[in-house]
């Protein structure tokens, strides 16, 4: 029964928001951020805000964390103010700041995440981790405005997105990441729900369609590492792998559009302004790297190098019933630099 309730009120708020956000297409996404904002601060009571906001310039804003966060007692280490510790209503206002912050189809993939927890802690009954659909946490630096520079977070496990607005526009939309586990949901009243499919189903796709000269070429002798959490810009190294000026025409469109399924999880105007990037930088200067294998179950990890952005994704981890290689991490980050720093 909690986990039906859970679904359900992911289910309304997902509906609601949804309705206000017709409403709002005629704006930008850095104007829709500040409205939203505005509207889920003035919800909070005096203590909460103190747990909810910091300075814009405080160190804390380049703090990310997309793993569990608690110690010893079980308790969060995390900054920031939870779902937990909010009434409907702020939930409310907390989830449409998300949705202020993500497409359509990004919105449901965040909330979509949030209540996987219900089927790990299911899973895992009384495990190490605390499993909480609750345990996300909503931050916000300096004051929203349309005008001013500020910025928010939303993060917990599997799930962290981080912005920058200055003057009404979005500076900065990274580290965006997303997990999933399980990327599959095997048993249960959901089962065959999968959150983050493009970014599995494309790659995989864009591998096999390479000749073996390709391969050579994209195939790496070992799994790429874990994204790097808790770091203001990746550290890529050099760009490894295929790159997009040796694919064909139909190998090229599947790597664009592999691009596009990480970008698109932004705001319209926001994706849009990534992608462009990538256009005007050219798809011929993108770099995929591709370890494993290709079937389910096997255990693989790509990487998407460009001039200015990298997607990194692994799924090399069991979930949390023993199914192999059911454990997605993805992430889109700027090689200058996330939180707009290398701006």
């Not at 509906?15 to 601060?41: C, E, I, N, P, R």
């Not at 996300?136 to 939303?154: A, D, L, M």
């Not at 460009?306 to 979930?319: H, I, K, R, S």
């Amino acid at each position: 029964m909690k986990l039906i309730r859970v679904l359900s009120v992911f289910s309304i708020l997902t509906v609601l928001a949804g309705v206000a956000y017709v409403g709002q297409q005629s704006d930008t996404s850095g104007v829709k951020m500040a409205d939203a904002a505005t509207k889920f601060l003035a919800t909070l009571t005096p203590e909460q805000k103190t747990k909810a906001t910091f300075d814009v310039d405080h160190k804390e804003r380049l703090n990310w964390f997309f793993t569990p966060r608690q110690d010893a007692n079980k308790k969060t280490t995390r900054k920031g103010l939870p779902l937990e510790e909010m009434s409907q209503d702020q939930r409310a206002a907390a989830l449409a700041l998300v949705r202020a912050g993500t497409s359509q189809e990004g919105y449901k993939k965040a909330t979509t995440i949030m209540s996987l927890e219900a089927i790990l802690r299911e899973l895992e009954k009384g495990g190490a981790m605390v499993r909480d659909p609750n345990w996300y946490f909503f931050t916000i630096f300096g004051e929203p405005s349309k005008t001013g520079k500020w910025g928010w977070r939303v993060e917990g496990h599997h799930l962290a997105l981080n912005f920058l607005i200055d003057g009404g526009r979005v500076v900065s939309a990274t580290p965006a990441f997303f997990g999933a586990n399980p990327a599959t949901v095997k048993a249960g009243p959901r089962k065959g729900l999968r959150t983050l499919p493009e970014a599995e189903d494309i790659a995989r796709e864009l591998f096999k369609s390479l000749d073996e000269d390709q391969k050579k070429a994209a195939l790496q002798s070992k799994a790429h590492p874990e994204v790097q959490e808790n770091k203001a810009a990746p550290s890529p190294g050099d760009p490894t792998g295929l790159a997009g000026a040796k694919m064909n025409e139909m190998q090229k469109q599947l790597l664009m559009k592999l691009i596009e399924s990480y970008a698109v999880r932004l705001p319209e105007d926001v994706a849009t302004a990534e992608i462009e990037a990538v256009k005007k930088d050219g798809i011929d200067s993108v770099h995929f790297a591709y370890f494993g294998g290709t079937e389910p179950g096997q255990a693989y990890t790509y990487r998407i190098h460009g001039p200015g952005f990298v997607a990194e994704f692994l799924n090399v981890q069991a979930d949390s019933a023993k199914n192999p290689a059911n454990h997605i991490h993805s992430a889109w980050r700027h090689i200058k630099g996330d939180f707009g720093v290398g701006n």
